[in-house]
Nanobody
């Protein structure tokens, strides 16, 4: 049974920082690229970032809206992916999901932006940034 469980979301104020975690069970974690997406009420799901894994290293891609503020990382020994979020803004308010994509090879940046390529999803953790 594959499960992805996010945690760490909460209410914060503009400018504060927050770290989200996603713990994965039931699959060989290092064989999967791990991504974060977010969705605010009434909007489409938005790609945030992804970290691949191959040969002992990962390749990272970010959405333009979070570059310089968010950092994605992974701990393969703990089967966990993280999203460090700094200088949070009200427009970052959303339900944040992690997702796993089977990775026989590393794909180009645009591939990871589409939710359809991911094999497994977590339920999400809510981040709310007040003005």
């Amino acid at each position: 049974q594959v499960e992805l469980v996010e945690s760490g979301g909460r209410l914060v104020q503009t400018g504060e920082s927050l770290t989200l975690s996603c713990e994965v069970t039931g699959l060989p974690f290092s064989n999967y690229a791990m991504a974060w997406f977010r969705q605010a009420p009434g909007t489409e799901r938005e790609f945030v970032g992804v970290i691949t894994w191959s040969g002992g290293a990962g390749t990272i891609y970010y959405a333009d809206s979070v570059k310089g503020r968010f950092t994605i990382s992974r701990d393969n020994a703990k089967s966990t992916v993280f999203l460090q979020m700094n200088n949070l803004k009200p427009e970052d308010t959303a339900l944040y999901h992690c997702a796993a994509e089977y990775e026989p090879k590393i794909y180009g940046e645009n591939y990871y932006r589409y939710s359809q390529v991911y094999d497994y999803w977590g339920q999400g953790t809510q981040v709310t940034v007040s003005s």
